[in-house]
């Protein structure tokens, strides 16, 4: 199907354990992005990638790795789960940067505990 | 960092009220956008705008930019508009940052 999708949906981990959220988009969109979102706070960028290959730090990269292999697929990992990393993660895609819509993953309710 | 202050936090309104969301930013953007965010937590894009008025059904949105400043107005606000409304802009200048977000503000309509 079209669209932008997230797995799993719903993670329960440990503290210390390696975790992999996967995001996947079928519109070819060069640009796509990790937010996650926690109470008090707005959404809070971790990592974007401008392309294959290219990666960057958003304000929150701390404990997270990027890759992006392929234009379609740009997978979060936690190498060492911690509470503090209890959110919900969103990933989003777009065209391009300024003056262009982002389209939103279904987002992943990660629990660490 | 720069804000992005939305108000209010929370708006509890009847059927039929007309709904008014603010979003103040500090420093110059090249553009603003209202995201809905749905009990169940997915997020839709309502608007992109950089200047003046857009209008969507019974939703609209304006935007000044001298005064730093966008409003969501909802028309015959419905129970089915109940969810959290998010500003997120990017900031001129800002480079890949991707957007920075208000905290949004919760709305519930009650018939």
């Known amino acids: 199907d079209a669209g932008i999708t997230q797995s799993p949906r719903y993670k329960i981990t440990e503290t210390g354990r390696q975790v992999t959220l996967m995001c996947h988009q079928t519109?070819?969109?060069?640009?796509m992005f990790w937010y996650r979102q926690d109470l008090g706070h707005g959404l809070r960028l971790i990592y974007y990638s401008a392309a294959a290959d290219i990666t960057d730090k958003g304000e929150v990269p701390d404990g997270y790795v990027v890759s992006r292999s392929k234009t379609e697929n740009f997978p979060l990992t936690l190498e060492s789960a911690t509470r503090s990393q209890t959110s919900v993660y969103f990933c989003?895609?777009?065209?391009?940067?300024?003056?262009?819509?982002?389209?939103f993953g279904p987002g992943t309710r990660l629990t660490v505990l | 960092k720069n804000e992005v202050e939305q108000s209010p936090q929370n708006l509890t309104a009847q059927e039929g009220e007309f709904i008014t969301i603010n979003c103040s930013y500090s420093?110059?953007?090249?553009?603003l956008h209202w995201l809905q965010q749905h009990p169940g937590g997915g997020i839709v894009s309502l608007f992109m705008?950089?200047?003046g008025k857009k209008k969507h059904g019974r939703l609209i949105a304006t935007i000044n930019i001298q005064e730093k400043h966008s409003s969501l107005h909802i028309t015959a606000s419905h129970p089915r508009d109940s969810a959290v409304y998010i500003c997120?802009?990017?900031?001129?200048?800002?480079?890949?940052?991707?957007?920075?977000f208000g905290k949004g503000t919760h709305l519930i309509i009650q018939p």
């Open positions: 705008l950089s200047s």
């Open positions: 997120a802009v990017m900031y001129s200048g800002g480079g890949a940052d991707g957007l920075t």
């Open positions: 519109w070819s969109h060069s640009y």
């Open positions: 420093v110059g953007i090249s553009a």
């Open positions: 989003a895609s777009s065209a391009g940067l300024a003056g262009v819509t982002q389209y």
